[in-house]
């Protein structure tokens, strides 16, 4: 799901390299795939390294929005997970609040290590190796009750 047709270009390149079949893209905002999917269709979502808006002003620009997350309770399978990865300060209190107030999430995390420390299923982003952020990579995950 990506708005800007540069960015699908670039992943088509890449699923053409690497060969792989099992891949959809949608070009447009992927809050209209997450309407037309059924409910608890999905495993895990992932939101990497989302779009930062770090001026205060801008936060309600933010992909990760209460709406959003009702969105993506809908669409996860009970025990389904969410993971919020960034290197936003900002972003990781902004998601916090939100998911932790949210009645269908639960955070994971039961030491530092655990959103500190990449996942044993990340696949690191190219977003992520540019280190532009203004802390080190976090990693947010949220089980779906
Ligand atoms: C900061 S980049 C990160 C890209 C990639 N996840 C990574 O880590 O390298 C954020 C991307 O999300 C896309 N984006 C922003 N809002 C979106 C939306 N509502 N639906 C789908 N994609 C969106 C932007 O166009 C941009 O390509």
Not at 102 to 122: E, G
């Amino acid at each position: 799901m990506e708005p800007f047709l540069d960015g699908v270009a670039k992943a088509l390149d890449a699923v053409q390299d690497a060969g792989v079949e099992n891949v959809r893209i949608h070009r447009g905002d992927g809050r209209d795939v997450l309407d037309r999917l059924a409910a608890a269709s999905l495993e895990t979502v992932y939101v990497l390294f989302p779009d930062p808006w770090p001026k205060k002003r801008h936060w309600k620009r933010r992909l990760i929005q209460a709406d959003t997350l009702d969105q993506i309770a809908r669409v996860l399978a009970p025990g389904g997970r969410l993971r919020v990865a960034t290197d936003v300060a900002s972003y990781v209190d902004w998601t916090l609040f939100l998911v932790r107030r949210h009645p269908h999430f639960a955070w994971t995390a039961r030491r530092a290590a655990d959103w500190r420390a990449p996942p044993a299923d990340h696949v690191r982003t190219r977003y992520e190796k540019k280190n532009i952020g203004d802390i080190a990579p976090t990693y947010l995950d949220f089980a779906r009750l």
